[in-house]
């Protein structure tokens, strides 16, 4: 029997009915990864999963990522991640409370950035029955393929420039400021504006105001003002999904062909608590 893939009617995204807690064979594992090339964000719904499931599913996409964040990592599974607005007794966050809060593609800031992300959700926040928290995606091969020609083509072997401490300017963030050796260890690093996905061969954009800084070979301020334009571009309506939360989704998505934002409309008490892995990927191309 084939999987059940139901797409979300968005430009990307769809449901997959599968208990990520049962055995999955060689075969649906190839159906799932195909499905997911296809709708590049994919939800498993109601599912049950330790935290061994989690990390041993994400494990079949790749080597994965051990956040550069670490004192919000699992300490018995180190490769997840806390994503979460909660805080302990003393009022200190226990996760990483801005992760999503501009428009981004998965460590991007590292030569190999990420093949895909795995978020699990374990609390969603709600007020007066309505959901909040819900996470924005947008479809980065569509947005490359309505550009006009003659962009494309200045666009051609064109790279930008992306940097990690970026991400930082948050207003209020309450992450950790980076070290002088985390600093170090996330140079700037340059990135085609286009790249062509590793597995399927699409084209897609890869670049967002909130952490390129520009674009090598150009003048600063027109740089800045093409990444503008193209990430503008890209979360126009007709190319976002939006994934409201249900306690119990694993979903993940594809960052050579999607780029995402967190939505924070939501405080304490309501809490938000996921659990996020993190596939390594291969140097863009
Ligand atoms: C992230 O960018 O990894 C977090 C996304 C989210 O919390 O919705």
Same mark, same amino acid.
């Not at 075969?27 to 499931?53: G, K, P, Y």
């Not at 980065?140 to 990690?164: D, F, N, Q, V």
């Given at each position: ?9 968005? $430009? ?5 009915? &599968? ?34 499931? +989690? ?15 670490? @004192? ?31 428009? +981004? ?5 590292? @030569? ?11 609390? &969603?926040?709600?007020?007066?029955? *309505? ?48 070290? $002088? ?14 790249? *062509? ?80 892995? *993190? ?7």
């Amino acid at each position: 029997m084939p999987i059940s893939v139901l797409p979300s009617g968005a $430009a990307l995204g769809a449901e997959i009915d &599968v208990d990520l807690s049962q055995s999955i064979d060689d075969a649906m594992f190839r159906e799932i990864v195909d499905a997911f090339h296809d709708n590049i964000v994919v939800v498993f719904r109601n599912q049950h999963l330790s935290n061994a499931q +989690h990390v041993a599913f994400s494990r079949r996409f790749g080597e994965l990522e051990i956040h550069i964040v670490k @004192k919000y990592l699992l300490s018995d599974y180190p490769e997840i991640l806390l994503v979460t607005n909660i805080r302990n007794d003393a009022g200190e966050n226990i996760g990483l409370a801005d992760a999503g809060f501009t428009w +981004h593609s998965d460590v991007s800031y590292r @030569k190999h950035p990420s093949r895909c992300s795995l978020l699990y959700a374990i609390e &969603v926040p709600e007020m007066d029955g *309505t959901t909040l928290g819900s996470t924005l995606f947008a479809n980065t091969i569509r947005a490359y393929e309505a550009l006009p020609r003659s962009m494309k083509t200045w666009l051609t072997g064109r790279k930008a420039i992306h940097r990690y401490s970026e991400r930082m300017r948050v207003a209020n963030s309450p992450r950790p400021k980076l070290t $002088a050796a985390q600093l170090a260890e996330t140079p700037d690093i340059a990135h085609p504006i286009v790249r *062509t996905h590793p597995f399927t061969g699409r084209r897609s954009l890869y670049v967002t105001k909130g952490e390129c800084i520009g674009i090598e070979g150009v003048p600063d301020d027109e740089g800045r003002a093409v990444i503008e334009a193209l990430h503008d571009h890209c979360i126009k309506d007709a190319f976002l999904y939006r994934h409201t939360w249900r306690v119990g989704d694993l979903l993940m998505w594809d960052n050579a062909a999607a780029m995402h934002l967190a939505i924070c409309d939501y405080d304490l008490p309501q809490r938000r608590l996921m659990h996020r892995t *993190t596939v390594i990927g291969s140097v863009p191309f």
